[in-house]
């Protein structure tokens, strides 16, 4: 009889397989066979844990966010870096740009695959709103940031840099980000509430 | 011969049918042969002017989005009003909340539907920036607003506006709706450098 464990192996080794395939070969081109072939299962093992690739996709979606919260998480804890830059590191640390999945992005940002866009967004401002509440916090105790409605600010700020910058819902041309990129920041620092120019000046590390 | 002018006219009755037909049947509910049978014309008529009956729903998706942009244009011009309570309103105005499409919304609102939640954002965006440019360009000469990316403050504010409160991403309880008004009214001012309070002074008029 397996046990719960041998099941959860089970379950990751078919994500880990789907992963590599879906990165390699292509979303479109992996089929559940593909799959099967490499795990070395009955089609019936593999419907027993996903009702489809599709379903696949959405837990490998999940563990992408869960990736990029541990990133984000250990930034976030490394005292000796000043609080503003662990706050966009992790911030951008999260983002799924730092994966090297661009196949699974691709995939998530397709038209048709506007759900498990949702499902990113909704698993990922569940999973980081608590992580900056932390920080956001340290920030109000060492007088950095001023501000009344924290937990707000920081779904605004995830949701905000995620759609603006993650998603292709704003259709920019090329040349109009950094402007876009200085407008982020500038409200960014006008919702925390901190110095004007705090931010900015984060970002000439990366000039 | 068919002239332009009487294909547009065709094409406005299948929607106005279907429209009708998508909010008191349901858009499940109702099949390219209801639509048919009220319009009075053959399968490859409709398969003229539409690919399918999703594609119908977008095409009203867009009129809803123009419709709510009438509605905030004419109350922007009203300069009998206060500019900040014309702003408000007109960002209200524009969801399709006001619409009385209960049918509608619900249909884009649904998982599976998420294309068609990205049609709406990306149009409505595009229409309504805009429009707002030209109000908070008012609020700066009056020196009531004071802003340095006007442009991307205002694609901000309808982003936000619209994620946080037209679609169901933030899983948010009944209960929590207040504070989470209050912090977005409160970013808002911050954002556009109005006095602290001025948009929440707004609100009272509904309490």
Known sequence: MKTVKEGEVRKR????????????????QTSVNDIL????????????????????????????????????????KDQSVPLIDRIMMA???QSPEF???EEIRDQ????????LEQLYTKAMLKRMTPLLEVAVAEGIAADLFHLDYPRETIETI??????????NIMDWEMDAYPVKVKGFLA????????????????LQMFA
Do not use: P, Q, W
């Open 158 to 167: 995830l949701l905000l840099g995620h759609m603006l910058f993650d998603c």
């Open 108 to 115: 998530m940002h397709k038209v048709e695959n506007a759900k």
């Open 99 to 101: 994966e090297g999945s």
């Open 37 to 76: 072939k490499i795990v070395d299962i009955a089609k019936g093992t593999f419907y027993y844990y996903f009702a489809s690739k599709e379903a696949v996709l959405a837990a490998i979606i999940l563990d992408i966010v869960e990736e990029g919260a541990k990133r984000a998480e250990r930034i976030l």
């Open 13 to 28: 080794e078919i994500l880990m397989v789907a992963r590599e395939l879906f990165v390699t070969k292509g979303y479109e």
């Open 187 to 202: 409200n960014m620092e006008r919702m925390l509430g901190t110095r004007a120019g705090e931010l900015e000046d984060f």
């Open 91 to 93: 911030i951008m640390a």
